[in-house]
T-cell receptor
Framework: KAGVTQTPRYLIKTRGQQVTLSCSPI?????VSWYQQTPGQGLQFLFE???????NKGNFPGRFSGRQFSNSRSEMNVSTLELGDSALYLC????????????FGQGTRLTVV | QKEVEQNSGPLSVPEGAIASLNCTYS??????FFWYRQYSGKSPELIMS????GDKEDGRFTAQLNKASQYVSLLIRDSQPSDSATYLC????????????FGQGTELSVKP
């Protein structure tokens, strides 16, 4: 059974640009959550999607958005990039109906210059 | 007060010893608790989940939960150098959905 797949693995962007990250969950999983990991703040929850609806949201500015498609694949978008957005972005997949264990993808390392 | 707190370490133990990792949480309604292991440069890997008071054992790992004290711990028996990693405690916020709140992580070093 394939795990959680995130693309791309690495990205370098310039301040002011926007970026889209993709996450394909484990087959059959309907919940996808996104997290930002930085050395200073640790792992912070961005948002969660279940059946194409945002079910939970963290405390990030509106520049961070996401969506989920009917096949459960999810995308995260960050607009008007800032230097502070440089981080490892992680996607986690879970069964979702009643909460089950969450499994992480390899992550996307975003560097904003 | 942070919602989930862990000692940042580093925690250093000799090979073969028991490593004890601790975590406290502030939200009394939390029902689901998880331990993840993260090697440097890698993503977190789920190693234990626990939902009821008491102990849960899986191989060399034992998770312990005390909801009255709002305390979760992870014991690693017969520690190996390959166990050297950062261990993250995660608590499910509320009772629905996938919002995990993570502690800062405890760095464990197992010395041969």
């Amino acid at each position: 059974k394939a795990g959680v797949t995130q693309t791309p693995r690495y990205l370098i962007k310039t301040r002011g640009q926007q970026v889209t990250l993709s996450c394909s969950p484990i087959s059959g999983h309907r919940s996808v959550s996104w997290y930002q990991q930085t050395p200073g703040q640790g792992l912070q929850f961005l948002f969660e999607y279940f059946s194409e609806t945002q079910r939970n949201k963290g405390n990030f500015p509106g520049r961070f958005s996401g969506r989920q498609f009917s096949n459960s694949r999810s995308e995260m978008n960050v607009s008007t990039l800032e230097l502070g957005d440089s981080a490892l972005y992680l996607c986690a997949s879970s069964g979702g109906q009643g909460y089950t264990e969450a499994f992480f993808g390899q992550g996307t390392r975003l560097t904003v210059v | 007060q942070k919602e989930v707190e862990q000692n940042s370490g580093p925690l250093s133990v000799p090979e073969g010893a028991i490593a004890s990792l601790n975590c406290t949480y502030s939200d009394r309604v939390s029902q689901s608790f998880f331990w993840y292991r993260q090697y440097s440069g890698k993503s977190p890997e789920l190693i234990m989940s626990i939902y009821s008071n008491g102990d849960k054992e899986d191989g060399r790992f034992t998770a312990q939960l005390n909801k009255a004290s709002q305390y979760v711990s992870l014991l690693i028996r017969d520690s190996q150098p390959s166990d050297s990693a950062t261990y993250l405690c995660a608590v499910l916020r509320g009772n629905q959905g996938g919002k995990l709140i993570f502690g800062q992580g405890t760095e464990l070093s197992v010395k041969p």
